[in-house]
């Protein structure tokens, strides 16, 4: 069975720093995309970042400079690394991963659960 796991997420003040990490098991032919979402309370869920399996990547304009996501192919894992966090960021953070998998046909979007990050003033 696959699955994603994120771990990382806190509470933390204002001008902290986290990281999130975001790993995958299971049987998996192949990873394409991995990236984070995040959706604070009453809000949408909108994406943060996310990485190409060629390195590309591709922020949110609020977290530009801020963020930054890398992965680690051999361990098929995606992070998060939030430098100067601000209340604004509190949210559920989840993570994402495309993927090819012999359980379904294709490229398909597996989630985590996700991960809280707290953000105090």
């Known amino acids: 069975q696959v699955q994603v796991v994120e771990s990382g997420g806190g509470l933390v003040q204002a001008g902290g720093s986290l990281r999130l990490s975001c790993a995958t098991s299971g049987i998996i032919i192949s990873i394409n995309t991995m990236g984070w979402y995040r959706q604070a309370p009453g809000k949408r869920r909108e994406l943060v970042a996310r990485c190409s399996s060629d390195g590309s990547t591709n922020y949110a304009d609020s977290v530009k400079g801020r963020f930054t996501i890398s992965r680690d192919s051999a361990k098929k894992t995606v992070y998060l690394q939030i430098y100067n966090l601000k209340p604004e960021d509190t949210a559920v953070y989840y993570c994402?991963?495309?993927?090819?998998?012999?359980?379904?046909?294709?490229?398909?979007?597996?989630w985590g659960r996700g991960t809280q990050v707290t953000v105090s003033s």
């Open positions: 994402y991963a495309r993927m090819l998998t012999p359980q379904r046909l294709g490229l398909n979007d597996y």
